[in-house]
């Protein structure tokens, strides 16, 4: 059952290849381990061993000159632009600068050196002037004056007690001064060109300088005289002696014949001369096959150039550094290559995996020469053959033989030994009228291989069988051609075969992609839709689609059953220069001219992730054949090896969330059993700033919460105090919690003195966050607290009013009553009336008198009295029911005499007897009725002593009535109680 494919989120980078030396001097350590060299603006210090850049030496913002390394290798001394020189201890980490001090020179220094004692320092400038400096003592003993130009070589005598430098400038003489003297002792005029080697024998009495005048000359420094001149028909650029007194019979160099020294120039060959015969004894042979075509270049090309050529004796290795900024090694007995150093990439084209394994990687750069590099090492094999920069790279299944294309209109194939890791060139072919820009490889079986170039044609390759390939040694087999098409309008850009090396399909610049049928390039179809240029085509390895890359920035699917697009994804602001298929066919991997690489999702259009770690555009992107790396070249000449971490991120993420799970629970059990102080230490190793508020919530709860909690945050250590001081930034942000940050915060404040609140790391930032709010929540309380001051007065204000209101209400209602005892005096009798079904009122329910106090309710009988004036009975009685004055008494009332009370059986019989006349009312005497009057007064007397606490008073206005009896008498007095009022 097949296992379902595992779609990929993310790629780490792995390692990087990256540019170390751009050019300038290089130098060897002492014991021949370490390297310095110089890239841009900083000296790198590699190991030589491993060819890993172990330490840079950098000054921000200062171009680098020059640099300089003592014979002891304490002292790296680097001269820069400004003007400044800067003295470094580069064994530190980083390397710190000791010292620096001004150049003097009033224009950048050209070359720097030092003499054998690691003491003096000699400086040779632009401005022709050489000074020497003590590296010790820290000034300028001599500025030596002379020569003229820029000064390109400067030498020590290796006998201390002579005193004496050597320099050379651009007026081709060599000058001596004796730096007791200051003074110009000698001038050497031998030289035609420009001097760029001096070399001392070991007795010191013999010195050899070499030019590009394609001479050496041999001279007696004692005499100051020319001992020799040999002519060694190139431009020499470095020399150096082979030891004395020993033999080198590898290199027919023996010690009978005197002196032996080494020439490196523009043929890129190394020579082994003797100084005695004056011929060259040992010839290296060039690391290139030489080809009809690299004969026909001339000598003078700058490509075969050595710029200089180091020995080193403690590990019998000389090296020479190339034009093109390669770095080889080779040993002194045979001048065999033991390791090789690519300093400068330049742009990267192409990339492939080499080895069944996918162990190497083979490079082709912006160069003649194809670069395949151990992954595991990082040692470099350097592959010649080609005379122009290599295009492309294509790899057969196996990995064990590839081809290359290049801009010398030729295609070639090449062996890897797995068992040795070397590799050859085993086949070219030629046809092509312009560069060839692709190639590519069958899939299943090494048969064919197919090329596109500049002319428009699209050719088929037939390979040798292996038994053919595996005899070839130096001369490569020539590579037949068994098809041949005019593919495309413009230059094709892209090819590549499908996984059943039955189709082709091809992408150009006319913006059409092309599909053949494979054995005889015959056209299938033509898929057009991109609106500019196709950078790369790329075939699925499951589904029956190819997909494309175009110059208008998006990338296309398109079917092979009816050459219809299916897809387009468009996310790069720019050429989309590559793309590839990965997850089975499920994604896509697609690298941009804006330095991006991006990953796809093909079912859903999607962007899964953005990596950016290139500067220029990329043109290279590979994977290996289990597609657990990837590979990356740019133009910014590094290479990026990038791992798929898709798997460990999604196990690391589930280890730390069943972690997270565990200390959650240990959290809530601690917080449960009150233990505070694990419980906080526990909440800020999680970092949950909440959990640490709650703790300390529920701990200022408790009645002695504040002691409880200073002696919790007593016990913390300073990194977790710390935290806490960031929590509690966070929690005085808001107003409910600014009450436990603020707690927090006193006894921070007061348990830790000031000097080691200053040490913690995120004071500072505390601080910042701390004071703005803090001010905020003490201007609130203050706002709180003056409204709470104006509250109580309020309150109080109230109180005393109310205080001055009661008395007033009781004065106010002893009046009332006097007034209704006057009433009552002149004939008007209060009472009260309610409606049916309602208590009466307090005030009408209990009637003091002198006799007695009875509760009337509502129940019991009350009698009905009609009472009219006896002066004026009757105009009384011919007024209306509703006008006529009607009193009801709610008093026990004596029966009078012959006459019975009637009684009412409710209240609704009392209201319908309402003004009605009772026929024994009519008929009673006025001594009668003057008796009722004289016992109405004595209760109204009783009531002037205020009302009942609690009680009532009754109100005119209401529902009830009061209807007092008028006569004249009592209505004059109570005018005149008015008026006095």
């Known amino acids: 059952m097949a296992v379902a494919q595992v779609h990929k989120k993310n790629f780490a980078v792995q390692g990087k290849i990256e540019p170390f030396y751009t050019g300038g001097r290089v130098q060897l350590s002492a014991d021949g381990k370490h390297l310095f060299c110089t890239c841009g603006s900083k000296v790198q210090v590699l190991d030589v061993q491993t060819g890993k850049v172990q330490t840079s030496v950098q000054q921000a913002d200062d171009d680098l000159s020059c640099f300089a390394v003592s014979p002891d290798d304490k002292h790296l001394v680097t001269a820069h632009r400004s003007l400044l020189l800067r003295q470094w201890d580069w064994t530190d980490t980083p390397p710190r600068c000791v010292r620096t001090?001004?150049?003097?020179?009033?224009?950048?220094?050209?070359?720097?050196?030092?003499?054998?004692?690691?003491?003096?320092?000699?400086?040779?400038?632009?401005?022709?002037?050489?000074?020497?400096?003590?590296?010790?003592?820290?000034?300028?003993?001599?500025?030596?004056?002379?020569?003229?130009?820029?000064?390109?070589?400067?030498?020590?005598?290796?006998?201390?007690?002579?005193?004496?430098?050597?320099?050379?400038?651009?007026?081709?003489?060599?000058?001596?001064?004796?730096?007791?003297?200051?003074?110009?002792?000698?001038?050497?005029?031998?030289?035609?060109?420009?001097v760029t080697s001096l070399q001392f024998t070991q007795d010191g009495n013999t010195l050899l300088s070499s030019g590009r005048d394609n001479i050496v000359t041999v001279w007696d420094v004692t005499k100051f005289q020319v001992l020799k001149t040999i002519p060694v028909f190139e431009s020499v650029e470095s020399l150096v002696l082979l030891p004395e007194h020993q033999e080198f019979p590898h290199l027919s160099a023996e010690k009978e014949d005197g002196l032996h020294f080494v020439t490196a120039g523009n043929k890129g060959v190394l020579k082994v001369w003797s100084a005695q015969k004056s011929r060259c004894v040992f010839s290296h042979k060039r690391p290139s096959i030489e080809t009809s075509e690299n004969q026909s270049k001339p000598d003078h090309d700058q490509s075969y150039l050595l710029t200089q050529t180091l020995l080193n004796t403690q590990t019998d290795t000389i090296a020479t550094v190339t034009y093109d900024h390669n770095i080889l090694f080779?040993?002194?007995?045979?001048?065999?290559?033991?390791?090789?150093?690519?300093?400068?990439?330049?742009?990267?084209?192409?990339?492939?995996?080499?080895?069944?394994?996918?162990?190497?990687?083979?490079?082709?750069?912006?160069?003649?020469?194809?670069?395949?590099?151990?992954?595991?090492?990082?040692?470099?094999?350097?592959?010649?053959?080609?005379?122009?920069?290599?295009?492309?790279?294509?790899?057969?299944?196996?990995?064990?033989?590839?081809?290359?294309?290049?801009?010398?209109?030729?295609?070639?194939?090449?062996?890897?030994?797995?068992?040795?890791?070397?590799?050859?060139?085993?086949?070219?072919g030629t046809g092509h009228t312009h560069a060839v820009s692709a190639v590519t490889c069958a899939r299943l079986k090494p048969v064919f291989v197919a090329s596109v170039s500049v002319d428009t044609t699209l050719k088929l390759w037939s390979v040798p069988s292996q038994a053919e390939l595996l005899t070839v040694e130096d001369t490569p087999i020539q590579l037949q051609t068994t098809a041949t098409e005019r593919a495309h309008e413009k230059d094709i850009n892209s090819i590549t075969t499908s996984p059943n090396d039955k189709l082709l399909a091809t992408g150009s610049q006319?913006?059409?992609?092309?599909?053949?049928?494979?054995?005889?390039?015959?056209?299938?179809?033509?898929?057009?839709?991109?609106?500019?240029?196709?950078?790369?085509?790329?075939?699925?390895?499951?589904?029956?689609?190819?997909?494309?890359?175009?110059?208008?920035?998006?990338?296309?699917?398109?079917?092979?059953?009816?050459?219809?697009?299916?897809k387009t994804f468009e996310g790069h602001d720019c050429s989309v220069m590559k793309v590839i298929f990965l997850s089975r066919g499920a994604q896509l991997l697609s690298s941009g001219s804006d330095g991006l690489i991006k990953l796809w999702t093909i079912k859903n259009n999607e962007c899964v992730q953005t990596f950016d770690q290139h500067e220029d555009k990329i043109w290279s992107l590979v994977a290996n054949s289990a597609e657990t790396s990837v590979v990356s070249g740019a133009a910014d000449s590094n290479i990026i090896m990038w791992k798929d971490v898709t798997e460990e991120e999604e196990q690391e993420e589930k280890t730390k969330t069943e972690e997270l799970i565990l200390k959650e629970q240990e959290l809530s059990n601690l917080i449960h059993e009150g233990r505070f102080l694990k419980a906080i230490g526990l909440a800020i190793t999680l970092e949950q700033p909440y959990r640490v508020l709650t703790i300390v919530t529920d701990i200022l709860k408790n009645p002695e919460g504040k002691s409880q909690l200073e002696k919790t945050l007593k016990k913390l250590?300073?990194?977790?105090?710390?935290?806490?001081?960031?929590?509690?930034?966070?929690?005085?942000?808001?107003?409910?919690?600014?009450?436990?940050?603020?707690?927090?915060?006193?006894?921070?404040?007061?348990?830790?003195?000031?000097?080691?609140?200053?040490?913690?790391?995120?004071?500072?930032?505390?601080?910042?966050?701390?004071?703005?709010?803090?001010?905020?929540?003490?201007?609130?309380?203050?706002?709180?607290?003056?409204?709470?001051?104006?509250?109580?007065?309020t309150w109080q204000q109230?109180?005393?009013?109310?205080?001055?209101?009661?008395?007033?209400?009781?004065?106010?209602?002893?009046?009332?009553?006097?007034?209704?005892?006057?009433?009552?005096?002149?004939?008007?009798?209060?009472?009260?009336?309610?409606?049916?079904?309602?208590?009466?009122?307090a005030s009408s329910q209990q009637i003091k008198t002198e006799e007695s106090i009875t509760r009337i309710e509502p129940t019991k009988q009350v009698e009905e009295i009609t009472v009219s004036d006896s002066s004026s009975e009757k105009s009384f009685s011919d007024s209306s029911d509703a006008e006529a004055p009607v009193m009801i008494v709610d008093m026990p009332l004596k029966p009078a005499t012959g006459n019975t009370t009637k009684q009412s059986s409710s209240p609704k019989d009392i209201g319908q007897s309402v003004g009605k006349k009772n026929s024994s009312q009519e008929d009673s005497s006025d001594e009668d009725w003057d008796a009722v009057l004289a016992d109405m007064r004595k209760s109204d007397a009783n009531k002037t002593k205020g009302p009942a606490k609690g009680k009532a008073t009754t109100k005119q206005g209401h529902k009830n009535k009061t209807c007092p009896v008028k006569t004249p008498e009592i209505s004059n007095k109570k005018r005149r109680k008015l008026s006095s009022r």
């Not at 080779?330 to 069944?356: A, C, H, M, P, R």
Request: charged share 20%; aromatic share 10%.
């Open 101 to 194: 001090w001004r150049a003097i020179h009033i224009s950048p220094v050209s070359f720097m050196t030092f003499d054998m004692t690691s003491t003096l320092l000699a400086t040779g400038g632009t401005d022709s002037t050489i000074k020497v400096w003590h590296v010790i003592q820290q000034y300028c003993t001599h500025n030596l004056k002379g020569c003229q130009g820029v000064v390109s070589v400067v030498a020590f005598h290796p006998d201390i007690t002579k005193a004496q430098v050597y320099g050379a400038a651009s007026d081709y003489k060599i000058h001596v001064w004796d730096l007791n003297t200051s003074k110009c002792i000698a001038l050497l005029d031998k030289h035609y060109s420009t």
């Open 330 to 428: 080779y040993k002194l007995q045979d001048f065999s290559l033991t390791k090789q150093l690519v300093g400068y990439n330049d742009e990267v084209l192409d990339i492939k995996f080499l080895g069944e394994d996918d162990s190497h990687i083979a490079v082709a750069t912006n160069s003649e020469q194809v670069r395949v590099f151990n992954l595991a090492t990082m040692d470099c094999q350097i592959l010649y053959g080609h005379t122009d920069i290599v295009l492309s790279l294509s790899v057969f299944k196996k990995g064990q033989l590839f081809a290359s294309s290049s801009k010398d209109n030729t295609v070639r194939l090449w062996r890897f030994d797995a068992t040795s890791g070397k590799v050859h060139c085993v086949a070219m």
């Open 798 to 841: 109230m109180r005393t009013a109310t205080d001055q209101g009661s008395i007033d209400g009781e004065e106010s209602l002893q009046t009332d009553e006097d007034t209704n005892l006057e009433d009552a005096s002149n004939g008007d009798v209060p009472f009260t009336s309610g409606p049916t079904g309602q208590e009466p009122n």
């Open 717 to 793: 250590r300073e990194d977790q105090i710390d935290s806490v001081l960031k929590f509690v930034v966070q929690w005085n942000t808001n107003s409910r919690n600014c009450h436990q940050a603020q707690a927090v915060l006193s006894i921070i404040l007061k348990n830790f003195p000031p000097d080691q609140l200053a040490q913690f790391p995120s004071i500072k930032t505390a601080i910042e966050g701390l004071v703005p709010y803090t001010e905020r929540h003490f201007q609130r309380l203050n706002r709180l607290q003056q409204q709470a001051m104006f509250v109580e007065y």
């Open 510 to 566: 006319d913006r059409t992609i092309k599909l053949w049928r494979a054995h005889d390039l015959h056209l299938l179809g033509t898929l057009r839709g991109h609106k500019r240029g196709i950078w790369c085509v790329d075939f699925s390895p499951m589904d029956q689609v190819v997909a494309s890359s175009s110059a208008d920035g998006t990338m296309k699917i398109w079917s092979l059953t009816d050459f219809t697009c299916l």
